[in-house]
T-cell receptor, first 115, second 111 residues
Framework: DAGVIQSPRHEVTEMGQEVTLRCKPI?????LFWYRQTMMRGLELLIY????????DSGMPEDRFSAKMPNASFSTLKIQPSEPRDSAVYFC?????????????FGPGTRLTVT | GENVEQHPSTLSVQEGDSAVIKCTYS??????FPWYKQELGKRPQLIID?????GEKKDQRIAVTLNKTAKHFSLHITETQPEDSAVYFC??????????FGAGTTVTVRA
């Protein structure tokens, strides 16, 4: 199993540009999480999908952020327009069943730098 | 929501000594407590977890203890080795699917 796959691994963009981060969860997992990690705020949950349906997006910072999961094997996190304060490492994680009592497997992350 | 506090924020230990990291949580309904290890530039990975029906769990050199009455749990690493140097995060569930993470502890094992 290849694990959770994220792309790109690194993204450098200018303020105002659109950024799209991609995630392929582990096959068979039905829960998908998007996290943001910064030194100041640590690991923050942005959005949670269960069976491709967004369950909780209360962690999404603002309307510039949006996430989709069109099928069980693909999800995107889009930032438009991007701002320097969006610079962070974005992790996607998946788990087998809903609920926190099941291990979340993290992808390698996308390091985003907005200049 | 669930509030998870983690201490200390940094920990430096001599190789071979033990390291202990403590976390407290606020939601008495929480029943699952994982610990993640994140090496520099890498992803967080689960190293051990404990459920509320047990008070202690061991896996080789790592162990986790849970005190539900006091609402705290701890990670113990014995006979530390250089490869144990990393950031360790505790977590506790909130709303059955969210994991609230502690702020992390940077552990440095001195050779």
């Amino acid at each position: 199993d290849a694990g959770v796959i994220q792309s790109p691994r690194h993204e450098v963009t200018e303020m105002g540009q659109e950024v799209t981060l991609r995630c392929k969860p582990i096959s068979g997992h039905n829960s998908l999480f998007w996290y943001r990690q910064t030194m100041m705020r640590g690991l923050e949950l942005l959005i949670y999908f269960n069976n491709n349906v967004p369950i909780d997006d209360s962690g999404m910072p603002e309307d510039r952020f949006s996430a989709k999961m069109p099928n069980a094997s693909f999800s995107t996190l889009k930032i438009q327009p991007s701002e320097p304060r969006d610079s962070a490492v974005y992790f996607c994680a998946s788990s087998l069943l809903a609920g926190p009592s099941y291990e979340q497997y993290f992808g390698p992350g996308t390091r985003l730098t907005v200049t | 929501g669930e509030n998870v506090e983690q201490h200390p924020s940094t920990l430096s230990v001599q190789e071979g000594d033990s390291a202990v990291i403590k976390c407290t949580y606020s939601d008495s309904a929480s029943n699952y407590f994982p610990w993640y290890k994140q090496e520099l530039g890498k992803r967080p990975q689960l190293i051990i977890d404990i459920r509320s029906n047990v008070g202690e769990k061991k896996d080789q050199r790592i162990a986790v203890t849970l005190n539900k009455t006091a609402k705290h749990f701890s990670l113990h690493i014995t006979e530390t080795q250089p490869e144990d140097s990393a950031v360790y995060f505790c977590a506790a569930p909130f709303r059955d699917y969210k994991l609230s993470f502690g702020a992390g502890t940077t552990v440095t094992v001195r050779a």
